[in-house]
């Protein structure tokens, strides 16, 4: 802020006179204010004193021969430096037209003459608060815009700016009859990478992500933004592209005049393969892929709240169909949403009103024939669907979060089955529960599983967690960590699925697991040559890292024989039973199947 206290920048004010004597005045005046004073003789010199020096207040004489101090003014608030500089009049005429003049000229203030030199000094400085102050405010009015219209993270447009644009653009693509495509862009993964390399990081992933954008879809696609709302018509701008951050890890690009699909796929390929570089922050180097879902004006809606809705139904088939990819719109995928709606209500509604139930699968040793464990596995039993298959419902609890809640319950009536049973004499068993990728990267899994224990009184031998291989091996270093702490708590752990992912042999030898598990899809293509060598190897490698290994799926014969042959340890499918209700878990435990085993072995 501008001030006349000498510890302070010092106000430069500029007077403007073509009497010397006027000039001495006024300079000894202000100068005895503090202030830094400039000269002009007449108003040609003003305008190149006033580009030289930039003062803070301009002090200007009426009557100058050759340019008139309201020439002057005038000229002076043509230039951008000049727009709202304080600007006072001196004039020998005190009638209403001159001061009307003055004022239409641009002046801030005006005085007549003779000037009250004794007062001219708190004149001046009350005109430099009172321009300090409208600054001030001015400046507060465009930060406040600024905030309003503009992500300030990013930069980017937000969602504000984004929704005007659109309805913009849309009109303009009626009134021309041209075509629009919205895309919509989410980060996979984006919360687990947030939590895992702290949000102060994930703030920087996010604006290298928007750099990104902005640099892929740079001048060549004519990138504009037009945040002022009197901005009603776009011209010379064919292919024009608009970026905006919605919030969160959700960015659009809107494309407008666009005349092939071919156009728009270019455009999302580039952008995949920008986003899904390494980014570099600091220690930790993520690959963030996206999700972009697209929706074409005007067949997939005419206006904004229809293209944004079907854009971002794209965008989640994109993320259904295995994530980094891009997904156009169809009639389809909207029934399917609908359809996923419904059942995200529908499974609310089934946790409310007790439609869930458990069943047990066993797990047989293949030394004893004894049951020694046992899988809780979820079904759904619709009140008009009647069962409605897992296959379905998981997916929509983990794409929604129910997934957390139903993880619970699922701990919750194991805890009340096992204590059953106890009662009834049996233990010695364990109840393996699936763990969601979604549970797993919650922070504060841990002490959830803790107060879980201390709550139900259930022994931690009884449990094993299963954690798909995906899950553990994404982060590897921090999940080993994670993994560590469970295993604290005396809790067995499995991978599931194991075979499906990408693991890398160091990290498993450092992973505090128990089992693993291998997945049945290998076990239905045992016949195959393929399928039979990735057991072997999965068997070798637990072999050598001393872990249990459980075969699920198991349904004929052939495939028991060949994993007895291999010296599988556990044993889980049809073949020995399907899932069961609670109450048929007593006589199941009490069952051996080594006789069963034994003849099979022997064939």
Known sequence: MLTTDSTFHQAKILVVDDDQNVRML?????????????????????????????????????????????????????MPQGESIPIMIVTGSDDRASIDQGFEAGAT?????????????????????????????????????????????????????????????????????TSAALLFIDLDHFKRINDSIGHSRGDSLLVEIAKRL???????????????SSAQEITGTDG???????????????LSDVAYVTDIEKVARRILDSLSEPISLQSHNPVVTPSIGIALYPQDGRDPDTLIRNADTAMYVAKAEGRACYRFYNEEMNARAVEQ??????????????????????????TTGEVVSMEALVRWKHPKRGMVSPQEFIPVAESTGQIVELGEWVMGEVSRHCHYWETLGLGGFRVCVNISPLQFNQNNLHE???????????????????????????????????????????????????????????????????????????????????????????????????????????????????????????????????????????????????????????H
Not at 349 to 357: F, G, S, T, W, Y
């Open 448 to 602: 959830r599983i803790a107060g879980f224990l201390a709550d139900s009184g259930l022994a931690p031998g009884r449990l094993e967690l299963e954690l798909t291989e995906s899950a553990i091996m994404n982060d590897a270093e921090i999940n080993i960590e994670k993994l560590r702490a469970l295993k604290g708590l005396g809790l067995d752990l499995a991978v599931d699925d194991f075979g499906t992912g990408y693991s890398s042999l160091s990290y498993l030898k450092r992973f505090p697991i128990d089992t693993l598990k291998i997945d049945h899809s290998f076990i239905s293509d045992l016949e195959t040559p393929d399928g039979a060598a990735i057991i072997d190897a999965i068997l070798a490698l637990a072999k050598t890292l001393n872990l249990r290994v459980i075969a699920e799926g198991i349904e004929t014969e052939s495939q028991l024989c060949y994993l007895l042959g291999r010296g599988c340890d556990l044993l889980q499918g049809f073949y020995f039973a399907r899932p069961m209700y609670p109450e048929d878990v007593p006589n199941m435990l009490q069952t051996n199947f080594l006789e069963q085993i034994q003849s099979v072995a022997g």
């Open 214 to 228: 902005t640099m892929e879809l740079r001048e060549e696609d004519a990138i504009n933004y037009f945040s002022d």
């Open 26 to 78: 006024t300079r000894q005046c202000l100068e005895a204010e503090n202030m830094v004073v400039v000269e002009a003789a007449n108003g040609f010199e003003a305008i190149d004193v006033f580009v030289k020096e930039r003062p803070d207040l301009v002090f200007l004489d009426v009557e100058m021969p050759g340019m008139t101090g309201l020439e002057a003014c005038m000229r002076i608030r043509d």
């Open 109 to 177: 203030q005006y005085k007549t003459k003779p000037v009250n030199w004794s007062l001219l000094g708190r004149d001046v400085q009350y005109m430099l608060r009172a321009s300090n102050a409208f600054n001030s405010l001015k400046r507060q009015e465009d930060r406040l815009r600024y905030l309003a219209y503009y992500d300030p993270l990013t930069s980017l447009p937000n969602r504000r700016s984004f929704n005007e644009q659109l309805s913009r653009l849309l009109k303009r693509s009626q009134r021309h009859k």
């Open 341 to 366: 709606l419904k059942m995200e209500e529908e499974l609310r509604d089934a946790m409310r009103d007790d439609q869930l139930e458990l069943r047990y699968q066993p797990q047989v040793d293949s």
């Open 240 to 254: 024009a592209t608009e970026i905006a951050r919605l919030g969160g890890d959700e960015f659009t690009v809107v």
